[in-house]
């Protein structure tokens, strides 16, 4: 499983757009890079997953350069309620009992 | 979308009892689920991976009879944390494999708090 780097802590306005990246310098071929939202007391929460270029989906924006060493995740127009952890994974999405090695996450704070 | 329900969300318990956490899939088949602990301001530590109808494999340093899994269906995994003690006493979050365009992903559960007074 590729070991993951994210940034410990991030601030950002209301309304800004945050981008988050991940840094997965030993991905797999076979890997694929999954994003995890966490709040409070909850379970994670799937965001966005990718293997190469782009990904969009209806709340998130995932960038992935063309060596897959590094990931960027995209959150538009941030709201109060965005103010949580997240969580970027790496790993292989043939399975599914693959083990998941969740690293610090990046504690995301948005301010009013 | 997959739905894994997990219950109590919450409990406290005296030292030296034993604690049941469940973790069913509500829309869904799930063959492999996993149990994870979390300490306050840290990330999630996976303790093991729960397999229907075999034994579950725990990670170096979980103690298997006191963090007893049972996984006896294809919806239901079961953690007993066996004679607690106040230092059992974390967040524990369970997950299931799904599968999402072609794509195998993972559902957690929304997590048992745990105090052990």
């Known amino acids: 499983l590729a070991k993951t780097t994210q940034p410990i802590s991030m601030d950002s306005y209301e309304g800004q757009e945050v981008n988050i990246t991940c840094s997965h310098n030993n991905i797999a071929t076979n890997d694929y890079i999954t994003w995890y939202q966490q709040f409070p007391s909850q379970g994670p929460r799937f965001i966005i997953q990718?293997?190469?270029t782009k990904v969009t989906n209806e709340v998130a924006s995932l960038f992935i350069p063309a060596d897959r060493k590094s990931s960027t995740l995209s959150l538009p127009r941030v709201s109060l309620s965005d103010t949580a952890v997240y969580y970027c994974l790496v790993g292989e999405s043939n399975f599914g009992n693959e083990k998941l090695t969740f690293g610090t996450g990046t504690r995301l704070t948005i301010i009013p | 979308g997959a739905v894994v329900s997990q219950h109590p969300s919450w409990v406290i318990c005296k030292s030296g009892t034993s604690v049941k956490i469940e973790c069913r899939s509500l829309d869904f088949q799930a063959t492999t689920m996993f149990w994870y602990r979390q300490f306050p301001k840290q990330s999630l530590m996976l303790m093991a991976t729960?397999?229907?109808?075999?034994?579950?494999?725990?990670e170096q340093g979980v103690e298997k009879d006191k963090f007893l899994i049972n996984h006896a269906s294809l919806t239901l995994s079961t953690l007993t944390v066996t004679s607690a003690h106040p230092e059992d006493s974390s967040f524990y979050i369970c997950?299931?494999?799904?599968?999402?365009?072609?794509?195998?992903?993972?559902?957690f559960g929304s997590g048992t708090r745990l105090t052990v007074v």
């Open positions: 729960s397999n229907e109808g075999s034994k579950a494999t725990y």
């Open positions: 990718g293997y190469k």
């Open positions: 997950s299931a494999s799904t599968y999402r365009e072609n794509l195998y992903g993972y559902t």
